[in-house]
């Protein structure tokens, strides 16, 4: 099993509908974050969680909405989901211990709105 | 602004040849540099890192990377390119005290030609 698990996978959805992305993960990882994926753009960093009771506001985060339910699960949401959020939405977790962080990413939910 | 520069959105080289992948960026602070592969279908897997010390750094699958401070580049390496490394690249920048909150470049997606 995957240790950062992405639901769904894909989604397709019409404007205006809220959708929610869940993460979940089993690396023991405090620190959380959603990242999006534009094609020429790179990865986009939304928003991010360092412990349960610490969110924070990303480069992107307009739009977007999250919470942290646990130290394992880590959601997002779209409250009216508009084109331009089509995207690949990417969850990943880091270790503090090693500085920096190296992110461990989920493998992906695809959004689509049409 | 801080900013991460990969020139090239698409390279293709013939399987055997070498690879040279390169990453230009802009970073107030002392960056921590990152290369990440995604392969179709899948999420973001560390390649190799730079913290300090020694500027040439060893990666998994053979991938090299080299720190040029005086250039801000940290272009990735490979002497020999097998098929199964055709995927998209991505260089990311970070600061020791920023976690795991990277500025991604636009990535570049190599074809391996046999």
């Known amino acids: 099993d995957a240790d950062v698990t992405q639901t769904p996978r894909n989604r397709i959805t019409k404007t205006g509908k809220r959708i929610m992305l869940e993460c979940s993960q089993t690396?023991?990882?405090?620190?959380m974050y959603w990242y999006r994926q534009d094609p020429g753009l790179g990865l986009r960093l939304i928003y991010y969680s360092f412990d349960v009771k610490d969110i924070n506001k990303g480069e992107i985060s307009d739009g977007y909405s999250v919470s942290r339910q646990a130290q394992a699960k880590f959601s997002l949401s779209l409250e009216s989901a508009i084109p331009n959020q089509t995207a690949l939405y990417f969850c990943?977790?880091?270790?503090?211990?090693?500085?920096?962080?190296?992110?461990?990413f989920g493998e992906g939910s695809r959004l689509t709105v049409l | 602004a801080q900013s991460v520069t990969q020139p090239d959105i698409h390279i293709t080289v013939s399987e055997g040849a070498s690879l040279e992948l390169r990453c230009n960026y802009s970073?107030?602070?002392?960056?921590?540099l990152f290369w990440y592969v995604q392969s179709p279908g899948q999420g973001l897997q560390l390649l190799l890192k730079y913290f300090s010390g020694d500027t040439l750094v060893q990666g998994i699958k053979g991938f090299e990377a080299e720190f040029k401070r005086s250039q801000s580049s940290f272009n990735l390496r490979k002497p020999s390119v097998h098929w199964s490394d055709a995927a998209e690249y991505f260089c990311?920048?970070?600061?020791?005290?920023?976690?795991?909150?990277?500025?991604f470049g636009q990535g570049t997606e190599l074809s391996v030609k046999p």
């Open positions: 970073y107030g602070a002392t960056p921590y």
């Open positions: 690396k023991g990882h405090d620190r």
């Open positions: 990311a920048v970070g600061a020791s005290n920023q976690g795991g909150k990277l500025i």
């Open positions: 990943a977790t880091s270790d503090p211990s090693t500085g920096a962080g190296e992110l461990f």
